[in-house]
C-alpha cells in the first residue's frame, strides 16, 4: 500500500474470497492486523452517532462519518489514533485499488469514498444498497460479537461511490 498502515493486514487479500451469487462479493478475513483489531475495539467511540436507517423495523442503526465524499470528517479529530490511521490507510489509492482489484471493478478517477462507523442493535440488518446507485462497492467489517456499555453489533464500513 502506499500508505504503510499496521492497522490494515498487509496480506488481506491473500485469504479473500470473491463470491458472484446473489451478486459479486468477497468475503475478507483477517481484515486488520491482529495488533489492530484490539485496539479498534477498545478505542471504539460511544458518542457523536446519530440515528439513520429508512425507520422500518430491523433496519434502525447509529452512524457517525469518518470519509464523506473522499475528504476526512472533522468529527475524527476527537478520535483515538488508531481510528485517524485506518481513515488515512482507507482513502489511499494503493487500498481502492486493491479493494477495485479484488471484486474486479475498473476504478475511475471521479469515485470517491465515504466511511464510518455504526452500532446496530439486536436484529438490524445491512441490505445491499439497490436503492442508491452512486455506490459502487461496498466494504463493511463487523466485530464478532457486541462490545462495551451494550449498544450493540459495530461495524466499520466504507463505500466507493460515483462523483455524484
Not at 32 to 41: K, N, R, T, Y
Request: aromatic share 10%.
Amino acid at each position: 500500500m502506499d500508505h504503510e498502515s499496521s492497522i490494515i493486514d498487509r496480506d488481506w487479500r491473500q485469504d479473500s474470497r470473491v463470491n458472484t451469487t446473489p451478486f459479486t462479493w468477497a468475503f475478507i478475513p483477517g481484515f486488520f492486523s491482529a495488533d489492530a483489531v484490539g485496539e479498534l475495539m477498545r478505542t471504539f467511540p460511544e458518542e457523536g452517532f446519530t440515528v439513520a436507517g429508512d425507520g422500518s423495523p430491523g433496519f434502525r442503526f447509529n452512524y457517525r462519518p469518518l470519509i464523506r465524499k473522499g475528504s476526512v470528517h472533522g468529527s475524527i479529530r476527537d478520535l483515538h489514533g488508531s481510528w485517524q490511521e485506518l481513515v488515512q490507510a482507507l482513502r489511499s489509492d494503493a487500498y481502492l485499488s486493491a479493494l477495485c482489484d479484488l471484486v474486479s471493478v475498473r476504478r475511475q478517477p471521479q469515485w470517491t469514498i465515504d466511511a464510518g462507523l455504526c452500532i446496530y442493535s439486536a436484529g438490524c440488518a445491512l441490505k445491499p444498497h439497490t436503492d442508491r446507485p452512486m455506490r459502487i462497492l461496498t466494504q463493511v467489517t463487523y466485530s464478532e460479537r457486541p462490545l462495551g456499555s451494550g449498544l450493540g453489533r459495530r461495524s466499520a464500513g466504507a463505500s466507493l461511490r460515483t462523483g455524484r
